[in-house]
């Protein structure tokens, strides 16, 4: 079964610096598909990014980018810039993306890590 | 906004009782996850409907169950409601039921039981 690890239950970072979450996970499968979701205090979950396994480039969403390393299962976001909006729980989650009527498309999550910006 | 609705937000029930929540897919989305996210347990996928039928389970208890009607809304009903079925409960949507389409999410419910 796969899982997804998220060692740091809270970072902290001031405003305009640049903060890195860390995220492992385990798997056996060669291709899926992993995500980052920002759960403000709203409570909405919202995509921030996602990396598909098969390609090697690091997706990039404006100030947000992955260091996607998967001979390690490592997946971290990097946030540049930081601004007092991006507080919030992130999400690192895993889903398979192996083809099939019996294939199970969940998304695995993370604990979460709580990112505090310092202004 | 995802695009996703869900009602209620919020939800307040004593131990026992039977409620009933409700999702909105995105427009054309055909695919409705549910997830529950309480604080001992993190996040955990519930059940997957594609179109209409049932297309995975995960780890939800035998007394909750969901349904996907033919206009593609879904409703999760949980019933004989205990103090831990305390949660946020989420609905997302895709396109399709793959690995290549992304899921959105809603606002989720807000679930008390006291």
């Known amino acids: 079964a796969q899982t997804v690890t998220q060692s740091q239950p809270e970072m902290s970072v001031q405003e305009a610096e640049t903060v890195t979450l860390s995220c492992t996970y385990d798997?056996?499968?060669?291709?899926?598909?992993l995500f980052w979701y920002k759960q403000p205090p709203s409570r909405q979950m919202i995509l921030v990014i996602r990396q598909e396994a098969y390609k090697q480039q690091n997706a990039t969403e404006n100030r947000f980018s992955v260091n996607f390393q998967k001979a390690a299962k490592s997946f971290s976001l990097k946030i540049s810039d930081s601004q007092l909006g991006d507080a919030a729980m992130y999400f690192c989650a895993y889903r398979s993306a192996i083809m099939g009527m019996d294939s199970n498309y969940q998304l695995i999550w993370g604990a979460g890590t709580k990112l505090i910006i310092k202004p | 906004d995802s695009g996703v609705t869900q009602t209620p937000k919020h939800l307040i029930t004593a131990t026992g009782q039977r409620v009933t929540l409700r999702c909105s897919p995105r427009s054309g989305d055909l695919s409705v996850y549910w997830y529950q996210q309480s604080l001992d347990q993190g996040l955990q996928f519930l059940i997957q409907y594609y179109n209409g039928e049932e297309r995975a389970k995960g780890n939800i208890l035998e007394r909750f169950s969901a349904q996907q009607f033919p206009d593609l809304h879904s409703e999760l009903n949980l019933s004989s409601l205990e103090l831990g079925d305390s949660a946020l409960y989420f609905c997302?949507?895709?396109?399709?039921?793959?690995?290549?389409?992304?899921?959105?999410f809603g606002p989720g419910t807000r679930l008390t039981v006291l």
């Open positions: 997302a949507s895709s396109v399709v039921s793959s690995g290549t389409d992304t899921q959105y």
């Open positions: 798997t056996s499968e060669s291709d899926y598909y």
